[in-house]
């Protein structure tokens, strides 16, 4: 499974932005999806997970309620759509897959990472 990650940008805080993650591989529609994030200075944490089917999704409670995660299996695409943006949201998102699914939300519980975008948020 190969993973990219784009969307990232330069926005001002309170504003939205979605990013995207396309899937490349065998069974890759069958993989749990994260999306994790780290900040300059920082660890890389947990964001949000969704799993195979779609249906079941877990968030870190510091986004819930601004974070959606989504996935579109037959364009082999995750989504994570990103509202009401704060200063602290500044950082490299990566996008990653767990070959045996599950809502994790440990780093090394997932097989295969993206490179990463980049999104910086001015106050």
């Known amino acids: 499974v190969q993973l990219q990650a784009s969307g990232g940008g330069l926005v001002q805080a309170g504003d939205s932005l979605s990013l995207s993650c396309v899937l490349r591989g065998r069974h890759a529609s069958y993989t749990a999806m994260g999306w994790f994030r780290q900040a300059p200075g920082k660890e890389r944490e947990f964001v949000a997970v969704?799993?195979?089917?779609?249906?079941?999704?877990r968030y870190a409670d510091s986004v819930k309620g601004r974070f959606t995660i989504s996935r579109v299996n037959f364009k082999k695409t995750v989504a994570l759509q990103i509202n009401n943006l704060k200063p602290e949201g500044t950082a490299v998102y990566y996008c990653?897959?767990?070959?045996?699914?599950?809502?994790?939300?440990?780093?090394?519980?997932?097989?295969?990472w993206g490179q990463g975008t980049l999104v910086t948020v001015s106050s």
């Open positions: 969704i799993n195979g089917s779609g249906d079941e999704r």
């Open positions: 990653a897959a767990r070959a045996g699914g599950g809502l994790r939300v440990g780093l090394d519980e997932y097989d295969y």
